[in-house]
């Protein structure tokens, strides 16, 4: 199990957030959802200016083996997208956490984040899982 950054939040279906400061945040997918997904091949992001709700699809990381949603964390409007994955998906399999983030979001209610999990939180989630 890879270590779980503490300064993140996730959703139940593996999406992290990470609150930047003026209302700003960075969303990307866990670690734990590349690995289940394997080799990356594809990633399709939403575009900057789209306004995205908390919980609906946004973005599609596709694999050799499936492809699936990634859900918004929060509701907002999307500031900068990580351009880079369309050349290189796999950067979200080397560095989930990292390099391998996948847009940045205005968050329009930050009070959302409360219904997120923590750390400690979504790590019990994937123990869960694992049994």
Same mark, same amino acid.
């Given at each position: 199990? !890879?270590? %779980? $950054?503490?300064?993140?939040?996730?959703?139940? !279906?593996? +999406?992290? %957030?990470?609150?930047?400061?003026?209302?700003?945040?960075?969303?990307? %997918? =866990?670690?734990?959802?590349? =690995? *289940? *997904?394997?080799? *990356?091949?594809?990633?399709? &992001? $939403?575009?900057?200016?789209?306004? #995205?709700?908390?919980?609906?699809?946004?973005?599609?990381?596709? =694999?050799?083996?499936?492809?699936? /949603?990634?859900?918004?964390?929060? !509701?907002?409007?999307? #500031?900068?997208?990580?351009?880079? &994955?369309?050349?290189? $998906? +796999?950067? %979200?399999?080397? /560095? $989930?956490?990292?390099?391998?983030?996948?847009?940045? #979001?205005?968050?329009s209610d930050p009070d959302q984040l409360s219904e997120l999990l923590g750390p400690d939180d979504?790590?019990?989630? *994937?123990?869960? +899982?694992?049994?």
């Amino acid at each position: 199990m !890879s270590e %779980i $950054p503490g300064d993140l939040k996730f959703l139940k !279906s593996h +999406e992290w %957030i990470r609150v930047e400061g003026g209302g700003k945040a960075t969303v990307g %997918i =866990s670690d734990h959802a590349q =690995s *289940l *997904l394997g080799d *990356l091949v594809y990633v399709e &992001l $939403p575009n900057v200016g789209d306004v #995205i709700e908390a919980g609906n699809a946004c973005a599609v990381v596709e =694999s050799v083996k499936a492809a699936s /949603d990634v859900y918004a964390p929060v !509701s907002g409007k999307v #500031i900068e997208v990580n351009a880079a &994955l369309a050349d290189k $998906p +796999e950067t %979200i399999n080397e /560095d $989930p956490y990292g390099d391998g983030w996948m847009f940045v #979001i205005e968050m329009s209610d930050p009070d959302q984040l409360s219904e997120l999990l923590g750390p400690d939180d979504y790590a019990e989630l *994937l123990e869960q +899982e694992d049994h």
